[in-house]
Each structure stands twice: as C-alpha cells, then as structure tokens.
T-cell receptor
Framework: DGGITQSPKYLFRKEGQNVTLSCEQNLNHDAMYWYRQDPGQGLRLIYYSQIVNDFQKGDIAEGYSVSREKKESFPLTVTSAQKNPTAFYLC????????????FGEGSRLTVL | DAKTTQPNSMESNEEEPVHLPCNHSTISGTDYIHWYRQLPSQGPEYVIHGLTSNVNNRMASLAIAEDRKSSTLILHRATLRDAAVYYCSDEKLTFGTGTRLTIIP
C-alpha cells in the first residue's frame, strides 16, 4: 500500500547527541514536510522540500537539518543545538507544493533524557 | 501571512450534527481551505478541502462563507470515533492549535 513511513516510532537520546528521524514515502510525491508538535499545541513547520535536492526552512528550523537526495526520502536530523528537542515529529507529503491534500506519517516521539 | 483561528474546544452529543468554525480572514483569494483531524498519538488525516463553494464528501461537509473569511466543517451525525483535534489550514499549510472535539455518549 502507498503511504508514508516514519521511523523510529519512539526514540530516546541523551543531551548533546544528534539523532536522525527517517521519513520515506512511496506515493511519488514531490513535496515533503517536517512538523513538530508539543503537548497541547498545534503543528509547527520545521523544514519543507518542494523537489529533490532542494529544501527551505520553515518557522522553527534552528537546531534541525534535512536532506533530500531522493524523491522518496526526507530525513530530519535533530542536532545538539536544538534546545528543547523532546517532541512529537510528523512527516508529511503531497503531490506538489502548491495544492492538494497532505498525507501524514504516524509520527516519531523523541525524548531527550 | 495567512493565519487561522479556531475555538480551543467544543462538545457535542453523539448522533447530533457538529459545526466546527474557522476564521481565515487573511487567506489569499486562490488558496484552498483545508481541514484535517488528529487522533491521540497519530498523524493528522485529511478530512476535506474547498475553495469557494460548499463541498461534501463521505466524511464531512465544508461550508465556506461568501467572503471566504471563514468556513465551517460540518459533521452531520457525530460518532464517538469523531472525537479528535480538528485543524483548518490554508494552502501554505499553516496550522493553528485546532479545536478539540469531545463527543458525549
């Protein structure tokens, strides 16, 4: 079945460590997005990519990095520079960057110990 | 930048209609209005979207004001499975804090 797969579902890390969250889609979508969600909060955009080898910062990009080397993959690295990394991270994609519905993954919950 | 505002929470009795409002007074004239909903510990799922005229699908109806400054998501007959946080957004995918819908059995 087509969809978006995020892994891992749960992740623990120590302070000062970088961690990479995986996001893969087999929907042949051009645009991919990373959102962060904190308890009781809405979704805030971290980074997005409209096409392979291109990406732009969202509203809260500091302390995060991404790459888009393949159409189907858009990994997010949470670096040690991110001051409050504990959150629920959601990846999404859609056919193109200007219109259409978003398809979301199941999310990755990162906890910093 | 376009911004959406929604009530923080709403309650409805089971099997009754629910009207969830969203204000988007600065939305661009060519941007669609999107609605998503999110169950606990899951990713959001698409509900419906529209541009100017009212829209219907198997999940819900979307009523868009003539001036496009607001819209209302309508669940015609709420079930317990409709309890979720509902988000409206513009085409630029700016999500607010959403409306937490509680269904009372």
């Amino acid at each position: 079945d087509g969809g978006i797969t995020q892994s891992p579902k749960y992740l623990f890390r120590k302070e000062g460590q970088n961690v990479t969250l995986s996001c893969e889609q087999n929907l042949n979508h051009d645009a991919m997005y990373w959102y962060r969600q904190d308890p009781g909060q809405g979704l805030r955009l971290i980074y997005y990519s409209q096409i392979v080898n291109d990406f732009q910062k969202g509203d809260i990009a500091e302390g995060y990095s991404v790459s888009r080397e393949k159409k189907e993959s858009f990994p997010l690295t949470v670096t040690s520079a991110q001051k409050n990394p504990t959150a629920f991270y959601l990846c999404a994609s859609r056919k193109d960057s200007n219109t259409g519905e978003l398809f979301f993954g199941e999310g990755s919950r990162l906890t910093v110990l | 930048d376009a911004k959406t505002t929604q009530p923080n929470s709403m309650e409805s009795n089971e099997e009754e209609p629910v009207h969830l409002p969203c204000n988007h007074s600065t939305i661009s004239g060519t941007d669609y209005i999107h609605w998503y909903r999110q169950l606990p510990s899951q990713g959001p799922e698409y509900v419906i979207h529209g541009l100017t005229s009212n829209v219907n699908n198997r999940m819900a109806s979307l009523a868009i004001a003539e001036d496009r400054k607001s819209s209302t998501l309508i669940l015609h007959r709420a079930t317990l499975r409709d309890a979720a946080v509902y988000y409206c957004s513009d085409e630029k995918l700016t999500f607010g804090t959403g409306t937490r819908l509680t269904i009372i059995p």
